[in-house]
């Protein structure tokens, strides 16, 4: 918000030298160069000026395309003699005084900012844009409510491109080679090829390689953003063909390619304008595959439809896209992607299975991994009770389980319906029942005045395997219901 001031300094002809503005007054005095319309004029480059803009103001049109909250600002103007790149840096003098930077062009009220020319928290501590002969560029250096007041300074300086910012000086690399730049100084030259899953990434740099041997090769690149970074093989030019490509932001992702002995690779490391930055690059050779699948449920039965979900095992994301998985026995199936498949065992084991892998740049692995089949089944095979019986009466209740895979622990529970519709515990019993036995569980249960009311009594015996947590493997024959029919005791009439 604009505060208002009662005087402004007014000086004619101000002389900037190329080193240093020097304010008037250290305090309680607007700078001359506050305002859009009275800018300190830039002469030539290098330059720099500190001033102190402690009672700096912030106008109502100043431009907020770089930062929304503008405290108080300055203004500078330069008038490029010639083509090229300018850098500025603004600096403070303790912590939290550094002010924010950004460039425009066009007259006041109809501003554009100069792409990738703003300097403030999320931008980085400088800004780098292109300069045309004979453009007049505003450089607006400003703080926001949290900056500090206080001696400011503004560094602006004449910068080369990148060296290998053109194709034809692509910078050679080697394969272990790490390398940094800085986007903000490259461009696209005419012609130059645009990748495909990033077009707006104009800011580039290339790197050539050239493999002794075939492999496999990883791109690595990182920035503020995550560069665009794009492969391509080709001799010219004119004759380049995308290998990989990799968008900015693209994350952990990195380009991958099986870089053939003897053929030429051209490496592009990118960005638009207001992503570009430092960046640092590194090839290495791309790890090997450690392909898997992961198991639902992990130890399966001869009951269970097991899914197996495959995956390639990079560490370097690359999805599978072919491959076979064999089941260990002497059933397999081809994959076309990660879909899970699925598969039944017929029996009880430890089954080898295998599973080859091939990512879409072309490397293969083979992974190996046990499947351990187990299944743990109890049955009722039998549920004994009265057909008919009076209130008062006490009757066994015996109960049937059969065992024919391991020795088990087996929990029985004896249940009553009640009138609500719920299953209330009457009983419980555990007994080992040993492989390929049959064991009987022993019950009572007294009828009561309310059976009789009801006219029957309905039950329920329910079969667990003690310490599983996975339970029993077939749960479908683990329950069985009867019904007896009450009548009321011996002397007692039917209301």
Not at 63 to 76: D, H, K, L, N
Not at 105 to 118: E, H, N
Request: with cysteine; glycine share 8%.
């Amino acid at each position: 918000m604009k505060h208002t001031v009662l005087t402004r300094l007014l000086v004619a002809g101000l002389a900037i030298a190329a080193a240093v503005v020097t304010p008037a007054t250290a305090h309680a005095e607007t700078p001359s160069n506050d305002d859009f319309g009275s800018p300190a004029t830039v002469g030539a480059l290098p330059f720099r000026a500190t001033q102190d803009i402690a009672d700096a103001t912030a106008a109502s049109d100043d431009p907020t395309s770089c930062y929304s909250q503008i405290r108080r600002s300055v203004w500078y103007s330069y008038t490029a003699p010639a083509n090229g790149l300018v850098r500025a840096l603004p600096s403070g003098s303790g912590s939290g005084a550094r002010p924010f930077v950004a460039v425009y062009t066009g007259d006041r009220g109809a501003l554009t900012q100069v792409p990738g020319a703003c300097a403030q928290y999320n931008n980085g501590p400088s800004a780098t844009f292109p300069v045309t002969a004979g453009q007049t560029y505003h450089i607006m250096l400003f703080q926001d409510y949290y900056g500090v007041p206080g001696p400011v300074t503004l560094d602006l300086a004449a910068v080369s491109p990148s060296p290998n910012d053109d194709f034809a000086a692509a910078t050679p690399a080697t394969v272990p080679g790490t390398y940094s730049g800085d986007l903000t100084r490259a461009s696209a030259e005419p012609g130059e090829a645009m990748p495909s899953c990033n077009p707006g990434a104009d800011h580039s740099v290339w790197f050539r390689y050239t493999p002794d041997r075939t492999r496999s090769i990883s791109v690595e690149a990182r920035s503020r953003w995550s560069p665009s970074v794009t492969v391509y093989r080709g001799a010219t030019r004119d004759t380049l063909s995308e290998v990989d490509c990799v968008a900015a932001g693209g994350g952990n992702k990195r380009p991958v390619f099986t870089a053939a002995a003897g053929q030429q690779y051209w490496i592009r490391i990118a960005d638009d304008a207001e992503g570009a930055s430092w960046y640092d690059m590194r090839l290495t050779t791309a790890p090997a595959l450690t392909p898997n699948a992961y198991l639902q449920p992990g130890t399966p039965s001869v009951f269970d439809d097991v899914s197996f979900s495959p995956y390639a095992g990079d560490s370097l994301g690359r999805p599978l896209v072919s491959g076979e998985l064999r089941f260990g026995d002497g059933a397999s199936v081809t994959l076309t992607g990660n879909t899970p498949v699925t598969h039944r065992y017929a029996a009880d084991g430890d089954y080898r299975m295998e599973i080859t892998a091939t990512t879409d740049d072309g490397r293969t692995g083979t992974g190996v991994q046990t499947v351990h089949v187990e299944t743990h089944d109890v049955a009722l095979t039998g549920l004994s009770l009265p057909a008919t019986a009076r209130a008062g009466q006490t009757k066994p209740v015996k109960v049937s389980v059969v065992n024919t895979r391991y020795d088990e622990k087996v929990v029985v529970s004896f249940r009553r319906k009640t009138e609500s519709g719920y299953y209330q515990d009457i009983g419980t019993l555990t007994q080992w029942v040993a492989k390929g036995s049959r064991v009987e569980f022993p019950f009572a249960y007294t009828y009561t005045a309310a059976d009789a009311a009801a006219g029957q009594a309905e039950f329920e015996v329910f079969a667990t395997i003690d310490g599983r947590y996975d339970g029993d493997s077939h749960a479908v024959d683990n329950r069985l219901t009867a019904v007896t029919t009450v009548s009321p005791a011996s002397g007692v009439k039917a209301s």
